[in-house]
């Protein structure tokens, strides 16, 4: 891939914060933005964590990857004129004239502990660890929560019917920013429940993937043993060297 | 509000002989669960008689138990999604344009039945709920939530009778019906004080009909939950009665009655030492097995007390068929 270098870059200035080197003059449109009900004048081509620190702010927690992944940025947000309670990741929504926000940083949800090893696959590991998924009315708020365009709903039905495997296809791009256990009239914690549900299926309900199993011999064989450790012996120069040029391997 | 007993009987059984009728089917989370043997033996049964029930791509919790309070509509939201579904289903083809909503849980089938029948009566309740559901399309009031057993009763039992193979002959057979299928009668199926929809189909397949009063008598429902002890008793009633009659065996409809009348059998034997387990079985069970369509459709093991033993002793079943994959 001989563009990789080029794409490396992008995606680093794209992650650059923009409130430096911008000359306020040369900003032809301005919106007026209120975080935590105080007004600011930003940039209307920002999102809302550029504009936060625009703004002042110096983000320290609700910041991590700045790429739509990581779920750190959960935020709450309401359009002007409008009545409803909105939700979005900060680092993957543009600002907008009269927008109200605030940052949820943690959902101090509850987590249940388990060992993996010893629990039945069947539906009734949720209500064991997760007795309220049966308490879902069914009224989708948790869906209108994630920013992810999830049917969070659906994979709640889907635990509660036993189905791991469509559990698992409905939530896996969870990032666990918690918006969904936020708004949950029943009290679910959804993402919870959903990793509990990946963790069984991927342990007891998915097929043993055979390119796994093949490449775990051969590392136990010891065939990457010398380029491990000609990887650890490289200087940071080698080392960039050699990420610049590599290629991805097909998933197989 | 239109009845939905006065639903006409379309004409099943003609279309079985040609092609298969595809009616759209709503399975509930028992059926998937503690429940899978009353789900397979009803699929089975069903696909032996010309008839596909077609799962909802999409569906979520009945509901459980219909809301009575007046200004309480959030727990109607479910069912009436549910309802949703089979607009959605039509609309991508997927049901013919078919109206009838298949139920073989008879608490998915109250509650869904009640659900539509309130927003029917009451179109400003739908209009709320509609609202409230402002992603989803709008109900229209357009499904029939329907029993498996409507559509058996449609087909017939000159119908039923012509695919079977293993006659269940000397089987005593006692009918239970519990109360969600028959209750209240403005959504029930048959008549709430002496029902009998039951007894074509199951003469049908050859077995005594061992009718008798306790078929409606209340299994204890949810209070199984409380007060196991207080359930048990009143399953105790009701199976030594049947047994009484001449019951081999009961058959009902509803996973919450096979649990209390099946699973509290434990409970009665403790209470009772002289008391003797008689098995609990969905009627679909027994159909399956007279069409011969083989155990493999029953999952006789998710049944408490195994009926395979006395099936098997009428010649019902081949011993061996569970014997060897018991071991």
């Known amino acids: ?252 | 509000m239109t009845s939905e007993n006065t639903n006409s009987p379309r004409a099943v059984g003609e279309a079985s002989r040609s092609k298969k009728t595809r009616l759209p089917y709503y399975p509930g989370c028992t059926l998937k669960t503690t429940a899978k043997n009353l789900e397979d033996s009803a699929l089975a049964t069903a696909e032996a008689l010309g008839i596909e029930l077609v799962e909802l791509p999409r569906w979520n919790c009945c509901g459980v138990v219909t809301s009575l309070t007046d200004d309480d509509l959030m727990h109607h939201v479910a069912p009436i999604r549910n309802l949703i579904r089979v607009q959605e289903m039509n609309a991508a083809g997927l049901a013919d344009g078919e109206t009838r909503l298949v139920t073989l849980c008879s608490m998915c089938f109250n509650t869904l039945k009640r659900s539509n029948a309130r927003v029917r009566e009451r179109p400003e309740d739908l209009t709320s709920l509609n609202d409230f559901m402002y992603l989803e399309e709008d109900y229209d009031g357009s499904v029939e939530v329907v029993h498996f057993l409507e559509i058996l009763a449609d087909l017939g039992a000159e119908e039923i009778g012509r695919r079977v193979k293993t006659p269940l002959t000397g089987l005593g057979v006692a009918p239970y019906y519990g109360c969600t299928l028959l209750r209240p009668k403005e959504i029930g199926i048959d008549d709430p004080e002496r029902p009998t929809i039951q007894n074509d189909i199951l003469q049908a397949l050859g077995a005594e009909l061992i009718d008798n009063p306790y078929k409606t008598v209340c299994c204890g429902s949810y209070q199984t939950v409380q007060d196991k002890h207080a359930v048990a008793e009143l399953a105790h009633g009701i199976l030594t009665h049947a047994r009484a009659a001449g019951a081999d065996v009961l058959t009902t409809f509803c996973p919450l009655c096979a649990f209390n009348l099946d699973n509290r059998q434990r409970e009665i034997v403790e209470r009772h030492p002289d008391f003797e387990t008689i098995p609990v079985l969905y009627a679909t069970q027994l159909m399956a097995l007279a069409f011969g369509l083989g155990p493999e459709s029953c999952r006789f093991d998710l049944n408490f007390v195994d009926p395979r033993p006395m099936l098997s002793s009428k010649g019902i079943m081949k011993e061996e068929a569970w014997a060897t994959r018991q071991a």
């Open chain 1, 1 to 252: 891939m001989g563009n990789q270098t080029g794409m490396m870059e992008r995606i680093s200035e794209s992650t650059r914060s923009l409130t430096t080197g911008v000359d306020t003059k040369d900003v032809e449109h301005w919106v007026m933005i209120y975080i935590m009900g105080r007004g600011y004048r930003v940039p209307a081509d920002l999102t809302i964590m550029t504009a936060m620190e625009f703004a002042g702010y110096r983000l320290i927690r609700s910041c991590g990857c700045r790429q739509g992944f990581c779920g750190a940025c959960a935020t709450i947000f309401r359009r002007e004129g409008e009545y409803k309670l909105e939700s979005a990741l900060a680092c993957q929504t543009r600002v907008e004239d009269g927008m109200s926000l605030v940052q949820i940083p943690f959902s101090p949800a509850d987590a249940a502990s388990y060992d993996i090893a010893s629990e039945a696959y069947a539906y009734s590991v949720f209500s064991k660890h997760y007795p309220e998924v049966a308490r879902c009315v069914s009224c989708n708020t948790c869906t209108k929560a994630c920013p992810q365009d999830l049917e969070v709903m659906d994979y709640v039905q889907s635990a509660i019917k036993g189905d791991f495997g469509g559990l698992t296809e409905q939530s896996f791009d969870c990032i666990q920013c918690g918006l969904c256990a936020i708004r949950c009239p029943a009290e679910i914690v959804q993402y919870n429940v959903a990793q509990l549900g990946r963790r069984m299926y991927g342990r007891y309900g998915s097929p043993e993937p055979a390119h796994l199993k093949a490449r775990i011999a051969e590392i136990e064989e010891g065939k990457f043993d010398e380029a491990l450790d000609r990887l650890a012996g490289a200087s940071t120069e080698e080392l960039e060297k050699l990420y610049a040029a590599s290629e991805r391997e097909s998933d197989g």
